[in-house]
């Protein structure tokens, strides 16, 4: 392992919380230069402080994950986020926050993912949602191996027919909307993914200080790895240094395809988990 000091630590800490996540290549580039030392091993020492954004009250198990793309140089924090005294189900898993983190920003392709420790069953079938998945390097504490290797004959989106997949561009634009959400909103809403129920949605998390936070509903073809737009956003908030009950939180505001929808109630669960009154502005387009 590298021997990061401190203040590098704390500095690549609030670059990751200002960005919500993100660490441009230029920061790359030159931490490669400083240390003298590739992309891959570079990103693996950078997992602690990925890891740093976990929080895990029930399992006290902090783990880090950086999704990297090879096209655009950058890489993505993820973490894993655990909420007391709901259900286990509802977690989200440092691999998938690292996704959800490359996708909100913008993100086409991911190349590599590094994580502190052997992806569960859950994460390998979320990842072999991502497009191109089988060319997904995955660098492990011990070893460099691949999705296929770590799931071999797997179920994918073409199983059910779907030929799309988490990353690809959304093709549906529709810039004139007339929804009573921010277009900010709307642009996530149009841009997740929900090929298996249909049920297009995104929500956004107003607060007073801290700006707006986005999250995006991102389908699996097993359905039970699916991301909630709400986990998304809290995920979001979770690489800002932040949680919703830490907060002044304005809105909430949750859109949804009103002839599939079926996000209100995870979405009240998960908010149920945190003192404190959140309620829901639900709009659903027709
Ligand atoms: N965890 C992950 O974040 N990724 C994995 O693939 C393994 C498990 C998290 C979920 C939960 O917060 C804790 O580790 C214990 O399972
Ligand atoms: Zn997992």
Redesign the pocket.
Known sequence: MLTISKELEQELQQKIQASGGVIEKSVLDALMVKFDIEIKLLLQNLLPIAASF?I?P??N???G?IAYSNTSGCAYI?????FNHSA?CL???????AINTAWLNGETQISHIA?T????????QFINEVKQSEQIEILLPNTNTSLTELLPHSFGPADLGNQTRLLDMSEEQNPDYKLPISQMLFEHYQASYAPYSGNKSAVEIRTVQHGNFYGRYAENVAYNPSLSPLQSALSQMALSGLTIDMVEVTEINLVETEQFKNQSGVSEVVLNSFEGNFEINKVYVS
Do not use: K, M, T, Y
Not at 78 to 82: I, T, V, Y
Not at 117 to 124: E, F, I, L, N, Q
């Open positions: 976990s895990a029930i399992s198990f902090n783990v994950a993820g973490s894993n986020l655990e286990l977690v989200v898993h440092a691999e998938q926050s994580i420790d052997a992806p569960c069953g859950h994460c390998r």
